[in-house]
């Protein structure tokens, strides 16, 4: 097998035309192919740039093609994952069902563990039911909500699949995804997503595979404490009963605050930066002309990534988890608090766009202590609650630069759900944090134009970037407790859908491969 690079074709072309490109690009016919990379290019023109793989073989190409295209053309041998039980694991208990938890699990249990999944929240049907009652009349239920629950965070978001990490092995997590539900374009798409809509089904059937094995799931079950000897955990204790296994996976999230508490008491965690500040809502098509020069079906909907280092300001500001065609949802999980999210379905047919715009924070805004990030969020989010009397704080963009209450709406209507209220942002973070983003705000409009517009919106507040604390490992272990795995976003080694599969893949492959210590 061969594989073709950079096979330009215009974006307005059906993958016919593709086949008629490759076949002039190698001088063959009768081949099979499929597409291994798709990407746009709309530096001049707008084309989709594709990677294909050809079931033919490098000799079976003429030498002068082949020293023609250079770099484009290569053998092309795909890997395979094999994971043995070296170490003869027979059991194991993961504390959560994101995609750390959810990947951890399936790999142990095809390998022959026997897995015991402790989840605080529902099952993902249930789940959807108490986040719609949520969304339609505000009623929060603290175990069951955007935060907590199978599948984790990520369920109810984008499903965005990107990742920075080269590790080969991401490979396998979309080939699991695609194997329980996920499109296949998600294995070649520059920019692949799932949505929250199909990420559902994924999850269910993910959890049927691991059922098969034979692995017990334990749903509205909360972690409330360890038994810890001779630093060894003995067992873990949940507010229903006592779990013993060879190895324990912590896979809590980043929102598991009275979990954090608990961990803190046996000196498991440390403090670490993450980021804070606002959801921005702009018109879709807006984004779509800003990004393409036009608005056009058969291109993807548009993304953008910016960031801003000034140094002369204290923090750096950046987008994160853009929401094509998405909306603003609330994602609280403690009373009296408020706190969001962006969420897109598969088609992101939505009329607004909307990502964070957070800036970064450390010890010099939320002090010292173990613990001191979490309570920050806590503050900041109380605040958000208290300032819009349980709504949404929303206000334009001019009038958040220009520190004054929104009075009138322009083009842009929030989408946040149930309800919403003027007030000014400039009230709920310091003052530090507020001039960075308005400084961004005025940068990031030179790159994404319109992205600084008059009319739009913000909304308060974004605080679950990333966890506020790490526990501290060693090659997945807990540096303190042996046969203890913290893994994940929660545990502070990853952020986003895929580096969190990845952490909960790698972790299974150390506990069933790396070196027995324990």
Same mark, same amino acid.
């Given at each position: 097998m061969i594989i073709l690079r950079n096979i330009k074709i215009p974006y307005d072309k059906d993958e016919s035309f593709l086949r008629e490109k490759i076949e002039r690009e190698i001088n063959k016919k009768n081949f099979e192919y499929k597409i291994y990379k798709k990407s746009v290019d709309a530096r001049r023109g707008i084309f989709f740039v594709y990677q294909v793989l050809v079931d033919l073989d490098l000799k079976d190409i003429d030498k002068k093609i082949v020293k023609k295209l250079r770099n484009n053309i290569a053998e092309f041998q795909e890997e395979k994952l094999e994971i043995k039980n070296k170490n003869n694991i027979k059991t194991a208990v993961i504390v959560g069902t994101g995609p750390a938890g959810l990947f951890a699990a399936y790999v142990l249990s095809k390998s022959g563990v026997e897995v015991t999944l402790i989840e605080r929240g529902k099952p993902v049907d249930e789940?959807?039911?108490?986040?719609?009652?949520?969304?339609?009349?505000?009623?929060? @239920?603290?175990?069951?909500?955007?935060?907590?629950?199978?599948?984790?965070?990520?369920?109810? %978001?984008?499903?965005?699949?990107? !990742? /920075? &990490?080269?590790?080969?092995?991401?490979?396998?997590?979309?080939?699991?995804?695609?194997?329980?539900?996920?499109?296949?374009?998600?294995?070649?798409?520059?920019?692949?997503?799932?949505?929250?809509?199909?990420?559902?089904?994924?999850?269910?059937?993910?959890?049927?595979?691991?059922?098969?094995?034979?692995? =017990?799931?334990?749903?509205?079950?909360?972690?409330?404490?360890?038994?810890?000897?001779?630093?060894?955990?003995?067992?873990?204790?949940?507010?229903?009963?006592?779990?013993?296994? @060879?190895?324990? =996976?912590? *896979?809590?999230?980043?929102?598991?605050?009275?979990?954090?508490?608990?961990?803190?008491?046996?000196?498991?965690?440390?403090?670490?930066?993450?980021?804070?500040?606002? /959801?921005?809502?702009?018109?879709?098509?807006?984004?779509?002309?800003?990004?393409?020069? #036009?608005?056009?079906?058969?291109?993807?909907?548009?993304?953008?990534?910016?960031?801003?280092?000034?140094?002369?300001?204290?923090? &750096?500001?950046?987008?994160?988890? #853009?929401?094509?065609?998405?909306?603003?949802?609330? %994602? !609280?999980?403690?009373?009296?608090?408020?706190?969001?999210?962006?969420?897109?379905?598969? @088609? /992101? %047919?939505?009329?607004?766009?909307? !990502? *964070?715009?957070?800036?970064?924070?450390?010890?010099?805004?939320?002090?010292?202590?173990?613990?001191?990030?979490?309570?920050?969020?806590?503050?900041?989010?109380?605040?958000?609650?208290?300032?819009?009397?349980?709504?949404?704080?929303?206000?334009?963009?001019?009038?958040?630069?220009?520190? /004054?209450?929104?009075?009138?709406?322009?083009?842009?209507?929030?989408?946040f759900k149930p309800d919403y209220t003027f007030k000014n942002l400039n009230d709920i973070y310091p003052d530090s944090i507020n001039h960075a983003i308005k400084n961004a705000l005025n940068v990031m409009d030179k790159r994404v134009n319109g992205f600084c517009d008059d009319d739009a919106i913000l909304t308060g507040v974004e605080t679950r970037t990333s966890s506020p604390i790490r526990i501290v490992r060693k090659d997945y272990r807990s540096e303190r407790i042996k046969n203890l795995y913290p893994i994940g976003e929660g545990a502070g080694y990853s952020g986003g859908i895929i580096s969190s599969a990845l952490d909960g893949l790698k972790c299974a492959i150390e506990i069933l491969e790396g070196d027995k210590k324990c």
């Open positions: 789940r959807v039911k108490d986040i719609e009652i949520l969304h339609k009349i505000g009623k929060l @239920d603290e175990n069951s909500n955007v935060q907590f629950g199978e599948g984790g965070a990520g369920t109810f %978001s984008d499903g965005k699949l990107t !990742s /920075r &990490s080269k590790d080969k092995r991401v490979s396998h997590i979309f080939d699991i995804f695609v194997k329980n539900g996920a499109p296949e374009d998600i294995l070649y798409e520059q920019k692949p997503h799932i949505g929250t809509d199909i990420l559902r089904d994924v999850i269910k059937n993910m959890r049927n595979e691991i059922e098969k094995c034979g692995a =017990i799931y334990k749903f509205s079950e909360k972690l409330i404490d360890f038994k810890i000897t001779d630093g060894n955990l003995d067992k873990i204790i949940t507010d229903k009963g006592e779990y013993q296994a @060879d190895v324990y =996976i912590l *896979a809590i999230g980043n929102s598991a605050r009275d979990t954090f508490v608990m961990l803190d008491k046996y000196n498991l965690v440390e403090q670490k930066s993450f980021a804070v500040g606002f /959801r921005i809502e702009h018109k879709r098509k807006n984004i779509e002309l800003s990004q393409y020069g #036009m608005i056009s079906e058969k291109l993807p909907s548009a993304t953008y990534q910016l960031n801003v280092t000034d140094k002369d300001e204290e923090h &750096s500001v950046y987008t994160f988890c #853009m929401c094509p065609g998405g909306y603003v949802i609330n %994602s !609280s999980s403690m009373e009296g608090k408020l706190c969001i999210n962006g969420m897109s379905y598969h @088609d /992101r %047919s939505g009329e607004n766009s909307n !990502s *964070a715009i957070v800036a970064t924070v450390d010890s010099k805004i939320f002090g010292e202590g173990n613990l001191a990030g979490m309570n920050f969020q806590n503050e900041i989010e109380k605040r958000a609650y208290e300032l819009g009397c349980g709504k949404a704080p929303v206000q334009r963009v001019k009038d958040f630069l220009e520190n /004054r209450v929104t009075e009138k709406l322009g083009e842009v209507n929030p989408t």
